[in-house]
């Protein structure tokens, strides 16, 4: 079997920083309600017009570019979304097509929030028995017109933005290696986040419009409790299959959904705050972005070094779940 690195980050996000006082004028919010309850201060949204592609491209090019890999040697390209930029083709295709990566098996994988992890678990399996040697994983979402700006409970949370990374067989290499990486399901609760209109049960109409069906609906307080849970049991269950206690972790990179939830996910799992990764105070919620965007981040600053041991988990809607481990 085939051990698989990291060999190339990259992210994006668009230029337009939206503060939190941009909502004061809509909703019944403030600064420091916003601040204090999810830790975020600003967050970047798409100019109209704009789709996944436009933000997935550029962070993909920042990946290959740090692999030093031309996109003609990509095997596969996996891009984690549920807003691609048309209902067909996927939006792996059209990036596909973007960067000129012509030798690649593209498709995308829906599983909101943790679709990176879900992407790095189905990389892995291609990647194993050698099969596919380079593959591009993408995690990139566009919220910001997907959410109802009269709802405070949801308008202030998201950001747009995508990250990537070039995997490759890391046997004898410096490119490290991805330990294990273990993906979740509980479709039972599937009403705590989803967005009801656009699909085949409620196609695109002016009643689904009317009703506000293409928004984001989310149950907060149920959402918050789930994901602490299932956060932390992913991550026990990753650490224990490798045999791996918290002390050994070098970086958490926790989904940038809420800081009270990053919080409490690393105390009871007893990682120390400063080993904690945080971008939510300046991105927002940005959903399948969220861990590649604050990975590349990292390793790009130099906070991530090689060697290091990188604990990243997520949850979303779904309601799925995931865990990775790896040495960067």
């Known amino acids: 079997m085939k051990k698989i690195g990291i060999k190339g980050t990259g992210s994006f996000v668009p230029t337009r920083e939206v503060p939190n006082s941009y909502f004061e004028k809509m909703v019944d919010t403030s600064d420091e309600w916003i601040v204090t309850r999810t830790g975020i201060r600003s967050r970047r949204m798409i100019e109209p017009g704009q789709a996944i592609s436009d933000l997935a491209t550029p962070a993909s090019e920042r990946a290959l570019e740090m692999a030093g890999l031309s996109p003609k040697k990509l095997d596969l390209i996996v891009i984690g979304t549920s807003t691609a930029d048309m209902l067909s083709p996927s939006a792996a295709c059209i990036v596909q097509h973007r960067l000129g990566a012509k030798n690649a098996v593209a498709f995308d994988i829906n599983a909101a929030c943790p679709a990176f992890i879900y992407g790095l678990a189905v990389a892995q399996k291609f990647m194993q028995d050698g099969s596919h040697r380079y593959v ?116 958490f990179i926790p989904h940038q959904a809420n800081i009270r939830i990053m919080e409490e996910v690393a105390k009871r799992l007893e990682i120390p705050p400063d080993k904690v990764i945080i971008t939510v105070h300046k991105y927002g919620n940005t959903s399948a972005a969220s861990i590649p965007t604050a990975l590349d981040e990292a390793v790009r600053s130099g906070k991530i070094q090689h060697g290091d041991l990188v ?7 779904g309601f799925t779940w995931g865990a990775t481990l790896l040495r960067y």
């Open 136 to 251: 591009l994983v993408v995690g990139g979402e566009i919220v910001s017109n997907r959410i109802d700006y009269k709802d405070r409970s949801t308008c202030v949370l998201f950001g747009d933005g995508a990250g990537a990374v070039v995997l490759t067989h890391s046997n004898g290499h410096r490119y490290g290696e991805i330990l294990a990486t273990q993906i979740y399901s509980d479709g039972d609760l599937w009403k705590l986040l989803y967005v009801p209109g656009g699909g085949s049960r409620i196609p695109p109409s002016y009643q689904m419009l009317d009703k506000g069906l293409q928004y984001v609906k989310m149950q907060g307080n149920e959402v918050f409790k789930y994901s602490i849970r299932t956060m932390v049991d992913a991550a026990r269950k990753i650490m224990e299959s490798k045999k791996i206690t918290a002390k050994k972790i070098d970086w």
């Open 311 to 317: 604990l990243a988990n997520s949850f979303g809607a």
